[in-house]
C-alpha cells in the first residue's frame, strides 16, 4: 500500500522542532513519506550544529524563506518569519493536493509576531486560509478535549457562549471527530451553575446539548443523544467518569487541557477538525531551555501526531 505523504512544517527553528525531526526519520518514514518545509541551507545548519547527520531520504524543500543564523533558545523574527513561512508551504501543498496531511513542529508566537505575523498560532490562520470554523482539538485514543473557546481572556468566556454558535460547534464537531461514544460537554461555571446559583449559562449550554442531539438524529445515523451535560467540570474528569468518555467539550482552554495534560502531558497531540484537509501537531511548544543540547527528547507527541495521520 503506497504511504501517506504528510508535509512536516518544521516549525522554530531556534527551539526542538528539527531535532525532533532528525531523530524520527527513519521512524516516520517507516509509516508515512514525510516531506520536510525547510531547505537545504537551514538544514545543514541546524544539522551541524546539533551534530546530527542528516538521514537518508530527507527530502526538503528548496525556497522557504531567506537563510538566518540559528539562535538556540532565542526568540527572534527571523526564526519567526521562517516558522511562518514553512507553515504556509505545508498548506499549500495540502491544497494543491501533492500531500494528504500536514504535521507542524512547535512555533513561538511571539516570534510570529516580531515577523509581522498578525495571527496567534495554526488554527486561527488555517481558519482564514480556509473560512471554515477550525475545532481545535487535543489528546491521544485515551482521551479528546475540543475547546469551544480557545485563546481569549478568562473574563471574555462568559460572554462568548451563544447557543446558536454552540450548536454548530456540536454538529460539526460530531461530524469531523466521529466519536464511537457519547461525548461529555461541560459546564461553565462551579457545579454547572447548581441550577442557576451559581450562573446561568448553562441554560444556553443544555438548550445547544438539545438542538445538536435532535439534529443529528434526524439527519443522519448519529448515536442516541450523542452529547451529554452540561457536566460539572470538576468530577467529569475523575476515574468514574473517564470509564464512559473519551471525548469532551470545554468550554474554555484551560478547563479542558489542565486536567487532559495532567494525566496524558506526553502522548497528546492537537487536531485541527472542521477543514478540507488535516492537520495534526505536537502539543509542547518550542522547548527553548534544552534546544540544540542534545537533550533526550520525548518523541512520543511527535509520532502519535504522525500516526493519528495514517490511522495507525
Given at each position: 500500500?503506497?504511504?501517506?505523504k504528510?508535509?512536516?512544517?518544521i516549525?522554530?527553528?531556534n527551539?526542538?522542532?528539527?531535532q525532533?525531526?532528525l531523530?524520527n526519520?527513519?521512524?516516520?518514514?517507516q509509516?508515512a513519506?514525510?516531506?520536510?518545509?525547510?531547505?537545504s541551507i537551514?538544514?545543514?545548519?541546524?544539522?551541524?550544529?546539533?551534530?546530527?547527520?542528516?538521514?537518508n531520504?530527507?527530502?526538503?524543500?528548496?525556497?522557504?524563506a531567506?537563510?538566518?543564523?540559528?539562535?538556540?533558545?532565542?526568540?527572534t523574527?527571523?526564526s519567526?518569519?521562517?516558522?511562518?513561512?514553512s507553515f504556509?508551504?505545508?498548506?499549500?501543498?495540502?491544497?494543491?493536493?501533492?500531500?494528504?496531511a500536514?504535521?507542524?513542529?512547535p512555533?513561538?508566537?511571539?516570534a510570529?509576531?516580531?515577523?509581522?505575523?498578525?495571527y496567534?498560532?495554526h488554527t486561527?490562520?488555517?481558519?482564514?486560509?480556509?473560512?471554515?470554523d477550525?475545532i481545535?482539538?487535543?489528546?491521544?485514543?485515551?482521551?479528546?478535549?475540543?475547546?469551544y473557546?480557545?485563546?481569549?481572556p478568562?473574563?471574555?468566556v462568559?460572554?462568548?457562549?451563544?447557543?446558536?454558535?454552540?450548536t454548530?460547534?456540536?454538529i460539526?464537531?460530531?461530524?469531523?471527530?466521529?466519536p464511537?461514544?457519547?461525548?461529555?460537554?461541560?459546564?461553565?461555571?462551579?457545579h454547572?451553575g447548581?441550577?442557576?446559583v451559581?450562573?446561568d449559562e448553562?441554560?444556553?449550554?443544555?438548550q445547544?446539548?438539545?438542538?445538536?442531539?435532535?439534529f443529528?438524529?434526524?439527519?443522519?445515523?448519529?448515536?442516541n443523544?450523542?452529547?451529554?451535560?452540561?457536566?460539572?467540570?470538576?468530577?467529569?474528569f475523575?476515574?468514574?467518569?473517564?470509564?464512559?468518555?473519551?471525548?469532551?467539550?470545554?468550554?474554555?482552554?484551560?478547563?479542558?487541557?489542565?486536567?487532559?495534560k495532567?494525566?496524558?502531558?506526553?502522548?497528546?497531540?492537537?487536531?485541527?477538525?472542521?477543514?478540507?484537509?488535516?492537520?495534526?501537531s505536537v502539543?509542547?511548544?518550542?522547548?527553548f531551555?534544552?534546544?540544540?543540547?542534545?537533550?533526550?527528547?520525548?518523541?512520543?507527541?511527535?509520532?502519535?501526531?504522525?500516526q493519528?495521520?495514517?490511522?495507525?
Open positions: 500500500m503506497e504511504k501517506q504528510v508535509a512536516i512544517s516549525g522554530d527553528l527551539g526542538i522542532g528539527i525532533l525531526a531523530e526519520h527513519k521512524k516516520v518514514s509509516i513519506e514525510p516531506i520536510y518545509c525547510i531547505d537551514m538544514l545543514e545548519q541546524a544539522a551541524e550544529k546539533l551534530n546530527i547527520p542528516v538521514p531520504h530527507f527530502r526538503t524543500v528548496e525556497e522557504i531567506p537563510s538566518f543564523e540559528i539562535k538556540p533558545g532565542k526568540v523574527k527571523e519567526g518569519a521562517y516558522a511562518y513561512a504556509l508551504k505545508a498548506v499549500q501543498m495540502a491544497k494543491a493536493k501533492k500531500v494528504d500536514i504535521c507542524t513542529l512555533i513561538h508566537k511571539k510570529w509576531e516580531l515577523a509581522g505575523v498578525h496567534k498560532g486561527d490562520a488555517l481558519r482564514d486560509f480556509f473560512k471554515c477550525a481545535m482539538m487535543l489528546g491521544c485514543p485515551k482521551m479528546y478535549v475540543a475547546l473557546t480557545e485563546h481569549i478568562l473574563k471574555e462568559a460572554g462568548s457562549i451563544d447557543e446558536e454558535k454552540l454548530q460547534f456540536l460539526d464537531f460530531y461530524h469531523t471527530a466521529k464511537a461514544t457519547s461525548v461529555a460537554v461541560l459546564g461553565l461555571n462551579p454547572a447548581d441550577d442557576g451559581l450562573g448553562e441554560k444556553m449550554i443544555t445547544a446539548i438539545n438542538n445538536a442531539n435532535q443529528l438524529s434526524t439527519q443522519c445515523s448519529a448515536l443523544a450523542p452529547f451529554e451535560g452540561p457536566m460539572v467540570p470538576d468530577v467529569a475523575t476515574p468514574n467518569t473517564r470509564k464512559y468518555y473519551t471525548h469532551y467539550i470545554a468550554m474554555y482552554h484551560d478547563q479542558g487541557l489542565a486536567p487532559l495532567a494525566l496524558y502531558f506526553d502522548e497528546g497531540i492537537n487536531i485541527s477538525l472542521n477543514l478540507p484537509i488535516l492537520r495534526t502539543d509542547h511548544g518550542t522547548a531551555d534544552i534546544a540544540y543540547k542534545r537533550a533526550k527528547l520525548n518523541h512520543l507527541s511527535y509520532f502519535n501526531a504522525i493519528y495521520i495514517v490511522g495507525v
